[in-house]
């Protein structure tokens, strides 16, 4: 895939891993990268807890459940994850939002969420 260069994030630094364990990202480089056909914007790196993947498994994406066809180990409590910006959104205006390291959450990530939000739930800011 032909994706830009220099992404940044949304503190407008350059973007930074998210996670190589589990990897992630829409091309598992292990960053929340965006380009070309990525449609939903898997742009926010989270910090998954067993409520949000319960919440995201009621609302239809099971995010726990292993998916050997697709190298993906399903994901457990404390594990770092490219969500989509409108499924984060959706879990934050629901209260079940994970918490979000804004260094390696694309900076697309702010045409669906507002930064404030971001912020209110991130793991990165002293």
Request: hydrophobic fraction near 35%; proline fraction near 7%.
């Amino acid at each position: 895939m032909n994706w830009p260069k220099n992404q940044k994030s949304v503190l407008g630094e350059p973007l930074e891993i998210c996670s190589t364990s589990p990897m992630t990202g829409f091309i598992r480089n292990g960053c929340c990268e965006t380009g070309p056909g990525d449609l939903g914007s898997h742009t926010v790196c989270i910090q998954a807890t067993e409520e949000f993947l319960q919440f995201s498994k009621e609302r239809g994406n099971d995010l726990s459940t292993p998916v050997p066809e697709f190298q993906f180990p399903g994901l457990r409590e404390g594990d770092r994850w490219c969500l989509c910006a409108a499924r984060w959104r959706e879990a934050f205006e629901a209260g079940m939002a994970p918490r979000v390291v804004l260094r390696a959450t694309h900076a697309r990530a702010l045409e669906i969420i507002p930064l404030a939000d971001l912020k209110a739930r991130a793991i990165d800011l002293s």
